[in-house]
């Protein structure tokens, strides 16, 4: 599986931006799609937004028009640009890779914290 380091979270008030970037280990071009998870303190493990490797995208409902995500094959990364923050954005944030044959990964990492303050 591809080995995938996530990084860019902090401390923001609302309305604020951050960009949070996934860093992977090999080539991303391998995989059907990337995405962004999160899991907030208690509740369970949210699908946040995907990217397909032509670059197709697709967005939750609830950071649809606030999130961006998008890749950069030549750096192994992919980003998420998360604007208008709210605090019920708070939670670790993950990627994860989805391959052809075996979907979505199931070795989930150590994320990256967003906290949003009120």
């Known amino acids: 599986q591809v080995q995938l380091v996530e990084s860019g979270g902090g401390l923001v008030q609302a309305g604020g931006s951050l960009r949070l970037s996934c860093s992977a280990s090999?080539?991303?071009?391998?995989?059907?799609?990337m995405g962004w998870y999160r899991q907030a303190t208690g509740n369970e493990r949210e699908l946040v937004a995907t990217?397909?490797?032509?670059?197709?995208?697709n967005y939750a409902d609830f950071v649809k028009g606030r999130f961006t995500i998008s890749r950069d094959n030549a750096k192994n990364t992919v980003y998420l640009q998360m604007n208008s923050l709210k605090p019920e954005d708070t939670a670790v944030y993950y990627c994860?890779?989805?391959?052809?044959?075996?979907?979505?990964?199931?070795?989930w990492g150590q994320g990256t914290r967003v906290t949003v303050s009120s």
């Open positions: 990217i397909t490797n032509s670059g197709t995208t």
């Open positions: 090999g080539s991303i071009k391998r995989n059907v799609a």
């Open positions: 994860n890779a989805k391959r052809l044959i075996t979907g979505w990964g199931t070795d």
